[in-house]
Protein backbone atom coordinates (compact mmCIF):
# COMPACT_ATOMS: atom_id res chain seq x y z
CA UNK A 1 0.00 0.00 0.00
CA UNK A 2 1.36 3.17 -0.76
CA UNK A 3 1.14 5.64 2.06
CA UNK A 4 0.22 9.45 1.32
CA UNK A 5 1.75 10.75 4.42
CA UNK A 6 5.41 10.04 3.99
CA UNK A 7 8.60 12.05 4.72
CA UNK A 8 11.67 10.07 3.96
CA UNK A 9 14.72 11.56 4.57
CA UNK A 10 18.12 9.87 3.11
CA UNK A 11 20.87 9.84 6.21
CA UNK A 12 23.91 10.47 3.70
CA UNK A 13 22.49 13.61 2.73
CA UNK A 14 22.76 15.31 5.90
CA UNK A 15 25.57 16.93 7.06
CA UNK A 16 26.34 18.29 11.09
CA UNK A 17 23.88 20.98 10.55
CA UNK A 18 20.44 21.18 12.50
CA UNK A 19 17.25 20.54 10.50
CA UNK A 20 13.98 21.40 11.00
CA UNK A 21 11.18 20.03 9.58
CA UNK A 22 7.40 20.66 9.82
CA UNK A 23 5.01 18.56 8.96
CA UNK A 24 1.20 18.65 8.26
CA UNK A 25 -1.17 16.24 6.91
CA UNK A 26 -3.80 17.21 4.43
CA UNK A 27 -7.37 15.69 4.45
CA UNK A 28 -6.32 12.43 1.97
CA UNK A 29 -2.93 12.42 4.48
CA UNK A 30 -5.95 12.53 7.58
CA UNK A 31 -7.41 9.35 6.25
CA UNK A 32 -4.68 7.25 5.95
CA UNK A 33 -3.00 8.59 9.12
CA UNK A 34 -7.12 7.62 10.55
CA UNK A 35 -5.95 3.91 9.06
CA UNK A 36 -2.80 2.97 10.54
CA UNK A 37 -4.07 4.41 13.73
CA UNK A 38 -7.15 2.22 13.81
CA UNK A 39 -9.57 5.25 15.29
CA UNK A 40 -12.77 6.46 14.76
CA UNK A 41 -11.28 9.51 12.65
CA UNK A 42 -7.70 12.19 12.84
CA UNK A 43 -9.25 15.59 12.00
CA UNK A 44 -5.89 16.99 12.79
CA UNK A 45 -1.83 16.36 12.64
CA UNK A 46 1.23 18.53 12.24
CA UNK A 47 4.55 18.36 13.90
CA UNK A 48 7.69 20.17 13.96
CA UNK A 49 10.62 18.00 14.01
CA UNK A 50 14.06 18.36 14.38
CA UNK A 51 17.15 16.49 13.00
CA UNK A 52 20.88 16.53 14.42
CA UNK A 53 23.72 14.58 13.05
CA UNK A 54 27.17 13.70 14.38
CA UNK A 55 28.82 11.66 12.14
CA UNK A 56 31.85 11.10 14.37
CA UNK A 57 29.74 9.02 16.63
CA UNK A 58 27.03 7.42 13.92
CA UNK A 59 24.29 9.22 16.04
CA UNK A 60 21.26 11.23 14.30
CA UNK A 61 19.40 12.59 17.11
CA UNK A 62 15.32 13.30 16.10
CA UNK A 63 13.42 15.19 18.48
CA UNK A 64 10.49 17.25 17.84
CA UNK A 65 6.48 17.62 19.39
CA UNK A 66 3.37 15.60 17.14
CA UNK A 67 0.02 17.25 18.00
CA UNK A 68 -3.30 15.72 16.46
CA UNK A 69 -6.69 15.78 17.27
CA UNK A 70 -8.57 12.28 17.44
CA UNK A 71 -11.99 10.91 17.67
CA UNK A 72 -11.85 7.74 19.56
CA UNK A 73 -15.02 5.58 20.85
CA UNK A 74 -15.49 5.65 24.39
CA UNK A 75 -15.51 1.72 25.46
CA UNK A 76 -17.96 2.75 28.37
CA UNK A 77 -20.43 4.77 26.38
CA UNK A 78 -19.81 3.53 23.00
CA UNK A 79 -19.98 6.96 21.79
CA UNK A 80 -17.26 8.92 19.86
CA UNK A 81 -15.50 11.94 21.75
CA UNK A 82 -12.28 14.30 20.31
CA UNK A 83 -8.79 13.98 22.54
CA UNK A 84 -6.33 16.47 21.20
CA UNK A 85 -2.47 14.84 21.99
CA UNK A 86 0.35 16.64 22.33
CA UNK A 87 3.81 14.43 22.84
CA UNK A 88 7.13 15.70 22.96
CA UNK A 89 9.90 12.80 22.01
CA UNK A 90 13.36 12.46 21.11
CA UNK A 91 15.00 9.86 19.76
CA UNK A 92 18.76 8.82 18.66
CA UNK A 93 19.22 6.67 15.64
CA UNK A 94 22.52 4.90 15.28
CA UNK A 95 23.67 5.10 11.72
CA UNK A 96 26.21 2.36 11.59
CA UNK A 97 24.52 -0.06 13.36
CA UNK A 98 22.80 -3.80 12.29
CA UNK A 99 20.08 -5.75 14.39
CA UNK A 100 22.99 -7.92 14.98
CA UNK A 101 24.82 -4.93 16.56
CA UNK A 102 21.96 -4.04 18.42
CA UNK A 103 21.28 -7.91 19.87
CA UNK A 104 24.80 -7.88 20.71
CA UNK A 105 25.12 -4.79 22.65
CA UNK A 106 25.29 -5.65 26.55
CA UNK A 107 22.81 -2.76 27.58
CA UNK A 108 20.60 -2.79 30.89
CA UNK A 109 17.00 -2.15 30.72
CA UNK A 110 17.40 1.24 31.98
CA UNK A 111 19.68 2.20 29.22
CA UNK A 112 19.09 3.85 26.04
CA UNK A 113 19.30 1.70 22.45
CA UNK A 114 19.71 3.44 19.46
CA UNK A 115 17.56 2.71 16.97
CA UNK A 116 18.50 1.36 13.65
CA UNK A 117 18.68 3.20 10.41
CA UNK A 118 17.19 0.54 7.58
CA UNK A 119 18.70 1.31 4.04
CA UNK A 120 19.91 4.83 4.92
CA UNK A 121 16.70 6.85 5.48
CA UNK A 122 14.46 7.45 7.89
CA UNK A 123 10.49 8.41 7.49
CA UNK A 124 9.92 10.89 9.80
CA UNK A 125 5.89 10.57 9.08
CA UNK A 126 6.42 7.39 10.48
CA UNK A 127 8.33 8.34 13.42
CA UNK A 128 5.53 11.00 14.17
CA UNK A 129 2.56 8.07 13.82
CA UNK A 130 4.14 6.16 16.34
CA UNK A 131 4.24 9.17 18.84
CA UNK A 132 0.61 9.63 18.75
CA UNK A 133 0.01 5.91 18.40
CA UNK A 134 1.79 5.29 22.10
CA UNK A 135 0.10 8.30 23.71
CA UNK A 136 -3.60 6.65 22.94
CA UNK A 137 -5.17 4.69 25.43
CA UNK A 138 -5.78 0.87 25.05
CA UNK A 139 -9.47 1.74 26.47
CA UNK A 140 -10.60 5.05 26.04
CA UNK A 141 -13.25 6.86 27.67
CA UNK A 142 -14.47 10.44 27.18
CA UNK A 143 -13.33 12.70 30.30
CA UNK A 144 -15.50 11.90 33.61
CA UNK A 145 -16.43 8.84 32.21
CA UNK A 146 -16.30 5.71 34.87
CA UNK A 147 -16.81 1.86 34.70
CA UNK A 148 -19.48 1.00 37.60
CA UNK A 149 -19.68 -2.51 37.74
CA UNK A 150 -23.28 -4.07 38.65
CA UNK A 151 -23.61 -7.48 38.54
CA UNK A 152 -26.46 -8.71 36.02
CA UNK A 153 -27.85 -11.68 38.40
CA UNK A 154 -29.09 -9.67 41.05
CA UNK A 155 -30.27 -12.80 43.26
CA UNK A 156 -28.35 -14.47 46.04
CA UNK A 157 -25.71 -16.43 45.26
CA UNK A 158 -26.53 -20.52 46.09
CA UNK A 159 -25.63 -21.74 49.30
CA UNK A 160 -22.88 -24.39 49.09
CA UNK A 161 -22.72 -27.18 52.01
CA UNK A 162 -18.93 -27.39 53.34
CA UNK A 163 -17.32 -30.29 52.17
CA UNK A 164 -15.56 -31.07 55.45
CA UNK A 165 -18.75 -31.68 57.04
CA UNK A 166 -19.47 -34.66 55.74
CA UNK A 167 -16.35 -35.69 57.29
CA UNK A 168 -17.26 -34.24 60.98
CA UNK A 169 -20.28 -36.73 60.80
CA UNK A 170 -17.81 -39.62 60.16
CA UNK A 171 -16.45 -38.81 63.09
CA UNK A 172 -19.43 -38.94 65.49
Known amino acids: MQK ?5 IKIDELNQNQYKYVLHADKDELEDITKILQVEDVRRFHAEVFLKRNRKE ?3 KVWGTVEARIELKSVISLENFFR ?12 EATYQDIRDMDAGID ?7 INGTINLAD ?23 TAYDKSE ?14 KK
Request: net charge negative; glycine share 2%.
Open 127 to 149: ICIEQIALNIEDYPRAEGEEFNY
Open 111 to 117: EDVPDIV
Open 58 to 60: NLL
Open 4 to 8: NFSYP
Open 157 to 170: PEKKENPFAVLKNL
Open 84 to 95: NIKVPFELNFDT
